[in-house]
């Protein structure tokens, strides 16, 4: 199946020009990301030059793509705003609501039953407004774009955070909110703040035990969860070239971990291979014709330094296997290190469970590769000590995988083969005994491994490693079990080593598939009824947002003051709450209760003016209700994680009238400021120690806003006293508009009138 030819080679067509007329404004030799985003430029704005991190720029992405959590909003809002059909090619993915129990077999059926209303909306609309349906069992989102869309030199965008896995394919994939998604598919140009650029260039090559996986976490552990923040992270080298495509993607999906806006590499034969593997062999034709365009220049890659904003080296021939946890994604240690690490963060060194899978590490190669080395493994005569679960990335993988014997290894070996699902990555694992709350391990090859993320434990201490170190951690049952130095006791007593597992980049017979589970839009969609069943707790249609009265706030309480940590999870909760992503109303019910209070450490638990202690969304409610609203207050990289636009809607929908932090994560931000809301920071960071409990609080400046210009913060305190302070932003006078109007989707709206 070949999709969106005649896209690409008009993309193809208009590359050239594009990067002749880069070449002439900036005067000098072109990255990728560079030639990437000068090429996709709205119509007019080609001919100017752009301060990285600074300026804002309109792009025209060439596609849209929606998992099934964040496609409901999506949706919801694309269905008002007028248009008969999607300006963009698009698609839909129903990989994030199947529960992982006891294996696809019975749990593919289930999901399918419990979310049949909200499949039914998705797919109704799908239909009827021209996006390309991929249902339940088809496989998750980035490794099905990977197999069919992704291709090289183009810019999509997607409602989650790791749309950016189709970097490996040399795109820029970047995630964003649903309400960026509605822009690009109106046909509206897509705002983005120009990204800076972080050079990482990889020398050697991968030998022993290190994988793909291990490029990134090693990379985590140097940028830290916000050091990518609005750049751009492209890799270049030799030992770029070396990775295969399916191992490029992996890098690049763990962008998101970084907060980078995405990630890339330079076309290259890896991505020529890939592409003519999964049927698309035409587009690699097309590729080949300007490849020059689509890799960075030869002066860029001799002397990066003078054309990044930053420059990393990574020598892949020295990187050790890694896992980095617990808890955030940057606790980066080689597996030689775990000693420290556990005694750093008081994790038990005994392994209770092992996952393969996720967006970031189900393809064929990373299956092979773990195959390869149980194979062995069982050979030997050893057997796992710890559960493995397996979740493959697309029926196509999942199909060759079983042709190829891999399925029957891993059944051997004890396994579960999950459906070909998000599953346990998302929170959507219904893991026996995870109510008890025992401390416990696990390693996973996913991407994320934040507090109660994967089974709903707090206590669960999750460690990202490569599918590889999964399957060493399960023969092992220790995190302290290092492959290249220690042994395991086999069936008869033996001290053995265990052996370098094999890899094939790509199935030596060729990938096959019989239901890929892909299902074409109708050619006219005007008779099809958008399905939202009456009474719906699971779907709700959604009321504009009230436009801002024009007026300064003043006299508006306190929600809370999050302290550390305040992710996406922290804000909305993943797990049980996503059967709620259509449902504004209902899913507001988890609006923060992972946060922090800053003032007594609990969390879901804060005080209201009344000196009562609330929920925070019951709290938020009952101001909003009384009129006044309230404000929000948080610490750095805020909204850190998913892409989820409901962290943004929700305190919208409860009232809260702004959201000041010290940082914010670069998606969280423009989701806020998209659905109407106060998204401010403080220009001195340590401003945020004057917010105290039952503080009351104005923000001025508002009626006399101007790009640049400080707001100004009064706090009013319970002794009388009161503070003031000064907050920035990063709104430019069309995105002032967006909280002028309500929200962006209210303008939107009005021009569709």
Request: proline fraction near 4%; include cysteine.
């Amino acid at each position: 199946m070949l999709f969106d030819l005649e896209m690409i080679q008009s993309v193809y067509a208009r590359i050239p020009e594009r990067v002749a007329i880069a070449r002439k404004q900036l005067n000098r030799p072109l990255t990728l990301a560079e030639k990437i985003l000068y090429s996709h430029l709205a119509s007019g704005s080609e001919n100017a030059k752009y301060t990285r991190g600074l300026d804002f720029a309109d792009f025209n992405p060439d596609r849209v793509a929606m998992q099934d959590a964040t496609a409901q909003m999506a949706l919801l809002q694309f269905t008002t705003a007028g248009k008969a059909r999607t300006a963009v090619p698009s698609s839909v993915h129903c990989d994030h609501l199947i529960t992982a129990r006891e294996g696809a077999g019975k749990d593919l059926p289930f999901a399918k039953e419990e979310n049949r209303e909200v499949y039914a909306f998705l797919e109704s609309v799908a239909a009827k407004y021209g996006i390309d349906f991929w249902k339940p069992g088809a496989g998750i989102i980035h490794q099905v774009v990977l197999e069919n869309y992704a291709f090289p030199g183009g810019m999509m965008i997607g409602t989650d955070s790791h749309t950016v896995n189709a970097g490996g394919l040399g795109m820029l994939a970047i995630g964003v909110g649903g309400a960026d998604a509605v822009d690009a598919m109106v046909g509206l140009p897509w705002e983005l703040k120009y990204p800076k650029l972080i050079g990482v260039k990889l020398t050697g090559k991968l030998n022993g035990f290190a994988t793909a996986k291990d490029v990134i976490l090693k990379l985590a552990g140097i940028l830290t969860v916000k050091g990518g923040t609005n750049a751009i992270i492209e890799y270049f080298g030799e030992g770029a070239r070396s990775l295969s495509a399916t191992g490029k993607a992996t890098i690049a999906n763990m962008g998101a971990e970084v907060g980078a806006t995405c990630s890339t590499f330079s076309y290259d034969d890896s991505m020529s291979r890939y592409l003519r593997a999964t049927g698309r062999e035409a587009v690699a034709l097309a590729a080949d014709k300007i490849a020059e365009h689509l890799r960075l220049d030869k002066e860029v890659e001799e002397n990066p330094e003078n054309y990044f904003d930053k420059v990393i080296e990574i020598d892949l021939s020295t990187l050790k296997p890694h896992y980095n946890g617990p808890f955030s994604p940057d606790r980066s240690y080689a597996v030689s290190e775990m000693a420290k690490s556990l005694e750093e963060h008081d994790s038990p060194k005994e392994v209770s469970a092992a996952l393969i899978g996720s967006c970031t590490n189900s393809s064929y190669e990373d299956l092979y590769q773990a195959a390869s080395l149980i194979k062995k493994a069982l050979a030997l005569g050893l057997s796992p000590k710890v559960p493995l679960i397996i979740n493959p990335g697309s029926e196509q993988v999942r199909f060759t995988a079983e042709r190829d014997g891999l399925i029957d290894v891993f059944k051997e070996f004890g396994a579960v083969i999950m459906t070909n699902a998000c599953g346990p990555c998302i929170g959507m694992w219904d893991r026996l005994g995870a109510d008890k709350k025992e401390k416990n391990s696990i390693v996973h090859s996913f991407n994320r491994n934040f507090a109660k993320r994967a089974d709903g434990n707090p206590n669960t201490h999750a460690f990202v490693a490569s599918p590889l170190m999964a399957v060493i951690a399960a023969l092992s049952g220790s995190l302290l079990f290092d492959p290249e130095r220690d042994t395991l006791t086999n069936s008869l007593g033996e001290e053995v080593k265990l052996p370098i597992p094999e890899t094939s980049e790509l199935p030596a017979n060729g990938f096959e598939v019989k239901d890929a589970g892909f299902q074409a839009p109708a050619e006219d969609g005007s008779a099809i009824v958008v399905q939202i069943a009456e009474k719906s707790n699971r779907l709700q249609a959604l009321e504009p947002f009230v436009p801002w009265n024009g007026k300064d706030i003043s006299g508006v309480p306190l929600l809370i003051k999050a302290k550390g940590k305040c992710t996406t999870d922290h804000i909305s909760m993943a797990g049980p709450w996503l059967k709620f992503r259509g449902h504004l109303e209902n899913i507001s019910g988890n609006m923060l209760i992972g946060a922090v209070n800053a003032f007594n450490g609990e969390t879901n638990k804060v005080l209201g003016n009344d000196g009562l202690s609330y929920e925070v969304p019951v709290l938020a409610k009952k101001y909003r209700d009384e009129g006044m609203g309230s404000i929000v207050v948080g610490d750095e990289n805020y909204g850190e994680g998913s892409s989820r636009e409901h962290a943004a809607m929700e305190p919208r929908f409860l009232g809260v009238k702004a959201v000041i932090v010290k940082s914010f994560a670069r998606i969280h931000e423009t989701n806020l400021k998209k659905q109407g809301m106060l998204a401010l920071t403080f220009v001195n960071p340590e401003d945020y120690e004057k917010i105290r409990e039952n503080d009351v609080l104005d923000i001025l400046g508002l009626e006399e806003f101007a790009p640049g210009k400080n707001f100004t913060l009064v706090l009013h305190h319970f002794d009388g006293t009161e503070d003031r302070v000064l907050l920035a932003h990063t709104y430019n006078s069309q995105q002032w508009e967006w909280f002028k109007a309500g929200s962006a989707l209210n303008l939107i709206r009005k021009s569709s009138v």
